[in-house]
């Protein structure tokens, strides 16, 4: 099969945008689909800022951001993304919101062999797969933040997933720069299932006093060589997203560990969210 040229990207928040930007650096032509003209300007903003660092870092040239930047079309229509030959979603992580978005998507999408990929952090790609007329062509292609720089790509096929569809990910990842590794179908795949416990337990010392922000995030970075301590992590993956996780997978496995702490509820419902707020665990400016 040729290789996808086409892709469409719907949802430009922190994962939609960098996924964007990828393709568009792989020189794929893509299309990003946003619900409303704030966060379609918010996403677009954020999406040329980052290719304006990769400028100032020496990672690619004026020439080449402004050809990227001509790769990249926006819509608030899904029916502009018609033409395209893969379509990765990328929106909240909201079971029924992921769903709507697919099922518009299998109506939507002119070519019947079409593929589309599902971002989500935990939702089971089944529940997704089956709820659209094309469940052989539905699979999860799970992204990590911030997405220029993360090498990894899960590729998480659903029973209903074909193998012509795994290879055309696995290939799509391959042309994005990315390195896939298979993950199976199970809430939290392979790397959530093993980093939401670690951060849960990090809020868990915070809640019960047992130790300090600045302390835990220390410990981890100095004492482990994590690039960054699990409070900055969930302050990067924002705490929205950390609890809608943790909740699918308590929901899916019952255990404990998975089951977001008060204090991380509290937070998100006082709107702390993270770095995307200004405020999570640390505080952010600019
Ligand atoms: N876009 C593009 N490039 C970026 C970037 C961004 N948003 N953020 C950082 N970078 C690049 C910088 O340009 C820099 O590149 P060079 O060294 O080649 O110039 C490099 O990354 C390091 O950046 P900084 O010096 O600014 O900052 P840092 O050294 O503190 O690194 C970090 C920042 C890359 C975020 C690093 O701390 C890190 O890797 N942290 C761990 C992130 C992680 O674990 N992510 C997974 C989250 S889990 C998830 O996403 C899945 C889920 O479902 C919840």
């Known amino acids: 099969m040729d290789p996808v040229t086409r892709l469409g990207v719907v949802g430009c928040g922190l994962m939609g945008s960098g996924i964007a930007e990828v393709a568009a650096r792989g020189g794929l032509d893509v299309r990003v689909a946003e619900a409303t003209p704030d966060a379609l300007e918010a996403g677009r903003r954020r999406l040329t800022a980052s290719l304006d660092r ?13 050809e990227c930047l001509a790769r990249l079309s926006f819509t608030y229509d899904l029916g502009d993304l018609a033409d395209r030959q893969f ?29 589309l990929a599902t971002n989500t952090s935990s939702f ?30 899960e590729v998480i096929p659903a029973l209903t997933t074909s193998q012509d569809t795994v290879q055309r990910t696995r290939d799509l990842a391959a042309q994005l720069g990315k390195q896939a590794i298979q993950a199976p179908d199970r809430s939290g795949f392979v790397v959530n299932a093993l ?39 969930l302050d990067l993956i924002g705490l929205d997203t950390a609890q809608a996780v943790a909740e699918s997978m308590y929901e899916e496995f019952k255990e404990p560990l998975y089951a977001p702490p008060a204090l991380l509820r509290r937070m998100v419902a006082a709107g702390h969210l993270g770095r995307k707020s200004g405020r999570g665990f640390f505080t952010y400016t600019g």
Not at 57 to 64: D, M, N
Not at 97 to 109: C, E, H, M, N, R
Not at 126 to 153: K, S, W, Y
Request: charged fraction near 25%; proline fraction near 8%.
């Open 195 to 233: 980093l939401v416990p670690y951060l849960l337990s990090a809020v868990r010392m915070v809640e019960s006093g047992a130790a300090r922000p600045d302390d835990i995030d220390q410990g981890m970075e100095l004492g482990c060589a994590h690039p960054m301590g699990p409070l900055h992590l």
């Open 54 to 66: 990769g400028v100032r870092r020496g990672k690619l040239s004026e020439e080449q951001r402004d």
């Open 87 to 115: 379509v990765i979603e990328a929106v909240a992580e909201n079971r029924d919101i992921k769903t709507g978005v697919l099922q518009s998507l299998d109506k939507v999408l002119e070519d019947p062999a079409a593929i």
């Open 124 to 153: 089971p790609v089944i529940d997704l797969a089956v709820a659209t007329e094309r469940p052989a062509q539905v699979i999860g292609m799970h992204f990590f933040n911030p997405v220029p720089v993360q090498q990894l790509v």
